[in-house]
């Protein structure tokens, strides 16, 4: 199989695709960590997250907000990448095992479909606020938060382009 087709196969459509890679693992033992975000130009401080949440267990699936959802929380000009080529360029990293889509507010509905064994997110959140915590802790799994590396975000990217 080649690169590309690797890559695209970590790319699920719907649910039902993902479920069939859940199913998989699960009769192999693999351990499910899930976080979520718009990740819209992929940086140093995303890679740097997504490779710490990957070490959290053995297999990494990314929620990932449709553009509607992006607007909705960024703001119109946002994102700059479009869905499909975020959700490409995510499932390009070799600690990414699965992307998929979710359009609501949150991705609740998602994470009660993959019931993750670890639910990952940043430290600016608070663990029992983190959206799924319930979820996850009900099951016995774990909600752990990762510290961003310090200087790195897409609207500082989106700043430096505007002033250049």
């Known amino acids: 199989m080649g690169i590309h087709q690797q890559i695209t196969e970590k790319i699920c459509a719907d649910a039902q695709q993902l479920e069939a890679k859940l199913m998989a693992w699960q009769k192999t033992g693999e351990q499910v960590v899930f976080t979520n975000g718009c990740f819209d130009i992929l940086h140093r401080g995303h890679t740097d997250y997504l490779a710490k949440a990957a070490d959290c267990g053995s297999k990494l699936i990314v929620g990932v907000n449709t553009d509607a959802s992006v607007r909705k929380l960024k703001g119109e000009t946002r ?11 995510l499932a390009s990293l070799a600690c990414v095992d699965a992307v998929i889509l979710f359009d ?27 959206v799924g915590y319930d979820i996850v802790t009900a099951k016995g799994g774990k909600v752990k938060t990762i510290d961003f590396m310090q200087g790195y975000s897409t609207s500082l990217i989106e700043k430096k382009i505007k002033q250049a």
Do not use: A, C, H, W
Request: glycine content about 2%; hydrophobic content about 30%; aromatic content about 8%.
């Open 79 to 89: 994102p700059i990448q479009d869905e499909q080529s975020r959700l490409f360029i």
């Open 104 to 130: 609501e507010d949150t991705p609740y509905e998602l994470i009660q479909k993959v019931q993750p064994d670890v639910l990952v997110k940043g430290s600016d959140y608070i663990p029992e606020n983190i």
